[in-house]
């Protein structure tokens, strides 16, 4: 039984993204946002249960990547999608250019599975990260008038699911949020990643996704350009 209580919280995260679908689909993309939200929650303790349980199998990586695809692939291309329905554009297959971000999550996804050069960090943009930033959009949008222009624009949204898309499948070398250990020096750019977000997003909130993102890759080029 024990074996089976992290592939039931993967199940959820599925769930959520099942159900964001749903809500994206009928317009209400900021229900859908929670329900990305929620699914990173659960894609985060159900790799921590794997590991304290020492409950690790082929079957649980596999259904961690396919609740992955749904809940950070398929659900914010639907939302992006949503948005190319509320732009200016001239024909409607412009409209599935938003699909370029499921597609390449699944490309993410797989070559994760396969690369042995990703045990301690990523090379390429995670999923979820790509997902909470788009799971921001309709609450800065909402928030951020100046905003809104853009994510009404056809061209803009066609630059954006195919330049989101490149880096989820990039050779850009990112640091994990995996602690091996609470060593300080070990762990510095993380601690600074963490703490940092958290005082973003109590200050900005939705709005600081996009600030935290680009902390990210600035850390993460500092963390591997010190180490080389």
């Not at 809500?23 to 859908?32: K, P, R, S, T, V």
């Amino acid at each position: 039984m024990v074996k089976h209580i992290p592939n039931t919280v993967t199940c959820l995260n599925l769930f959520c993204g099942c159900l964001g679908i749903v809500y994206a689909f009928q317009g209400e993309l900021e229900i859908a946002s929670y329900a990305i939200i929620v699914a990173a929650i659960f894609d985060f303790f159900d790799g921590m249960l794997a590991r304290l349980l020492k409950a690790y199998s082929d079957i649980g990586k596999d259904l961690d990547s396919l609740a992955d695809m749904v809940s950070f692939g398929v659900l914010p291309s639907v939302i992006i999608y949503q948005f190319f329905l509320q732009s200016s554009s001239p024909n409607q297959w412009i409209n599935f250019s938003a699909f370029l971000i499921a597609i390449l999550s699944a490309l993410r996804l797989a070559k994760f599975n396969n690369d042995t050069r990703q045990s301690e960090n990523f090379i390429g943009l995670p999923t979820p990260a790509n997902a909470m930033l788009i799971a921001s959009l309709p609450f800065i949008a909402a928030d951020q008038n100046f905003v809104s222009p853009y994510l009404q624009n056809h061209f803009f949204l066609v630059l954006f699911s195919l330049g989101m898309g490149l880096l989820l499948v990039s050779e850009i070398h990112l640091m994990s949020l995996k602690f091996s250990s609470m060593d300080l020096r070990k762990n510095t750019n993380r601690y600074i990643l963490v703490f940092s977000s958290l005082i973003l997003l109590v200050i900005f909130k939705f709005a600081a996704v996009p600030l935290i993102l680009i902390l990210y890759f600035i850390l993460s080029f500092i963390q591997f350009r010190t180490a080389k």
